[in-house]
């Protein structure tokens, strides 16, 4: 497979990367636990399902992957679910807590890799060429990394020949007594507009996911709002969420410009490229009858 220009010229650093920050591996891991739903669908993505025998609550992609034994959420993992397994190697990202947890299972004599979780393009390829060199899948892992970098830039280019204005749009993890909780700097959610070209305004104002006041989501004045089914059943459902007056005096609130995505959105996995498509075109048919909304999407890329 050829590998474009950019890629070209990243593939070394991050193959130094890989084999600076990883042992040798042997193909003798045939009980791994997967503790990130990145982390399972990459292994999916590699054809090493097989040696799955438990995986965490966001590991919901592919279908098949629920049939296997839940530990539990990544950030409240228990050794006591995790041993009970006898896996001899478990799959985490550095979102995996708490750290007490994590290192009981090394005590207990358990392999237990991290693997970096950079919500990024490059992020997510490093993670998939670590997780295939520990299960010894890495010209798999490489093909794999060319073929996100080639579906990335087609859908990049798409983004900006759109020449227009940027859309504003915020991120709702969820809403609880009126409060709101926001996806800032540093989030999955905030990584994913801006590569799906969108502007969030609370980039700048907010670290990972915060509750903001009624007056600073009037300031933003978004253009749409997202949130997962989570989100919005926590507010009363959409049309409730839409009842709320400082969302009802937003652009957002006034067009009823709320979309409501799934949370495999969020994965940063091998389907990155899919998903930032997805939601491009979901905003797009979301908006789909208001006019100015669409003549000012995508610009932000340029």
């Not at 950079?118 to 093909?143: F, P, T, W």
């Not at 926001?182 to 969030?200: K, P, T, Y």
């Not at 652009?251 to 410009?257: D, F, H, I, S």
Request: overall charge negative; aromatic content about 4%; some cysteine.
């Amino acid at each position: 497979m050829l590998l474009n220009n950019r890629l070209t010229k990243q593939l070394p650093m991050m193959l130094c990367a890989v084999l600076v920050s990883l042992n040798v591996y042997s193909d003798s891991y045939q009980k791994i636990v997967s503790v990130d739903g990145s982390i399972t669908e990459i292994l999916y993505a590699l054809e090493q399902q097989h040696r799955l025998v438990g995986r965490d609550t966001t590991s919901i992609w592919p279908e098949a992957a629920k049939e296997l034994p839940d530990v539990g959420y990544m950030r409240q993992l228990s050794s006591e679910g995790l041993l009970s397994l006898q896996p001899d190697l478990i799959l985490v990202t550095a979102d995996a807590q708490p750290q007490s947890v994590l290192d009981q299972l090394k005590a207990a004599g358990v392999n237990v890799h991290i693997i970096e979780n950079d919500y990024s393009l490059q992020g997510v390829q490093q993670k998939i060429l670590s997780v295939a060199r520990i299960v010894e899948q890495y010209e798999k892992g490489v093909e794999l990394v060319a073929s996100l970098d080639a579906e990335m830039m087609r859908i990049q280019n798409t983004i900006k020949a759109q020449h227009q204005e940027p859309v504003s749009a915020i991120f709702v993890l969820g809403i609880r007594n009126g409060s709101m909780m926001v996806a800032g700097s540093g989030s999955r959610a905030d990584a994913l507009l801006r590569m799906a070209g969108l502007h969030n305004p609370f980039s700048d104002q907010v670290q990972n996911y915060q509750s903001v006041s009624a007056e600073a989501l009037i300031q933003a004045n978004p253009d749409i709002i997202i949130t997962m089914s989570q989100g919005a059943d926590m507010g009363g459902g959409i049309e409730q969420v839409l009842q709320d007056p400082a969302i009802r005096l937003t652009r957002a609130g006034k067009q009823k410009n709320v979309l409501v995505v799934d949370a495999r959105l969020l994965s940063f996995g091998p389907d990155l490229p899919a998903q930032i498509e997805d939601l491009y075109q979901q905003v797009n048919l979301n908006s789909s009858n208001n006019k100015k909304l669409l003549d000012r999407l995508a610009a932000w890329n340029e």
